[in-house]
Structure formats: C-alpha cells, structure tokens
C-alpha cells in the first residue's frame, strides 16, 4: 500500500505578500499625512523659539555693555565706547551690531535666519524729541529683528537699557 504526502504548505503566496504591502502602504499614507504637518509646526516653532532667544540674549549682552559702559559714539553699525571698570582695558572697544547677533548665535544662520539690531539713542531722556526720562538716568531703545530667509520680519524686540555712566554722541 502507497501512501500519499501532502506537501506541508509553508510561507506566503505572492498575492498575500502584495495585498499585505498595499495594505501597509495606505496606512503609511495616512499616517505621513498627519505627521508632515506636525514636523512643520514643530520646525517653526523652533525657530520662532530661536528667534526669542536670540533676541532676548542680544538685548542682555547690550545691557550689560551699555549699562557698564560710558563716552559711546554710533557711527553706522558701529558702536564703540569705554568701560567704566579702571581694571579693564576696553577703551575704544568697537561693537559691531551686524555682526553681533551672528557671532552670540551662530545657529541662527543654520534655521535661515538673519539679524538687525538697532539703538535708539533718543529714547528716553531726550526733552528736545518731546520724551521724558523714565528713570534719573539715561536709556537706550534696543531693538533687535530676526528676519527669515525671504527678509520678511520673522521676530522683534525691544527693551529699554538704562545707561547711568555715559556720555553719548552720534558721529
């Protein structure tokens, strides 16, 4: 007496492989379409997170020069002034404003950002331009601006910095 072998089936036949890799690539498809928009968000909002950082961090390096500094002279983009620590040797030391938000972030360049500082040395204290001192003391209207790539104006601020050792001329 012969007996008959069933072949054992085992594994997959090519239609179950390709139903299964259809079935996989629509739930792909589904799931890329929610999670593009939440990677986009995410990336501007690191940016605009970047941006405040920067801004704010400007403003306090600025601070804490002008309000240490005296005998200040703007000339263009140039900011140049002596301390008032007799230990330092910063006399006639130069800021470059163009250049000082790129060199204090550095990573602003990487999310396509640029950025422009400006001083309003009228701000305040300045009867002449019809402003009134908030303080005994003189101060500094900074203003930094962040700037995407296109060179629309992505983030601004301002803050006034008190500057109680100086002298101030515009060159």
């Known amino acids: 007496m012969r007996t008959l072998r069933v072949k054992s089936k085992k594994g997959?036949?090519?239609?179950?492989?390709?139903?299964?890799?259809?079935i996989t690539v629509i739930v792909g498809?589904?799931?890329?379409?929610y999670l593009v928009p939440q990677v986009n968000?995410?990336?501007?909002?690191?940016?605009?997170?970047?941006?405040?950082?920067?801004?704010?961090?400007?403003?306090?390096?600025?601070q804490g020069r002008l309000y240490c500094g005296k005998d200040f002279v703007l000339n263009g983009d140039t900011l140049t002034y002596a301390h008032v620590?007799?230990?330092?040797?910063?006399?006639?030391?130069?800021?470059?404003?163009?250049?000082?938000g790129q060199q204090l972030f550095p990573n602003?360049?990487?999310?396509?950002?640029?950025?422009?500082?400006?001083?309003?040395?009228?701000?305040?204290?300045?009867?002449?331009?019809?402003?009134?001192?908030?303080?005994d003391n003189p101060a500094v209207l900074v203003t930094v601006t962040i700037f995407d790539e296109e060179g629309k104006e992505f983030y601004t601020q301002s803050q006034a910095v008190c500057c109680?050792?100086?002298?101030?001329?515009?060159?």
Do not use: M
């Open 164 to 171: 109680p050792n100086w002298s101030l001329e515009k060159a």
């Open 85 to 100: 620590n007799e230990n330092s040797d910063h006399a006639g030391e130069k800021i470059e404003l163009k250049k000082l």
């Open 29 to 33: 498809g589904f799931l890329a379409s």
């Open 41 to 62: 968000v995410f990336h501007i909002n690191s940016r605009q997170s970047n941006a405040r950082s920067a801004c704010a961090g400007i403003i306090n390096e600025l």
């Open 108 to 135: 602003l360049t990487k999310d396509k950002l640029s950025v422009d500082i400006k001083l309003n040395l009228k701000y305040a204290g300045d009867p002449a331009n019809g402003i009134e001192a908030f303080s």
């Open 12 to 22: 997959f036949t090519l239609i179950e492989i390709l139903i299964t890799l259809a």
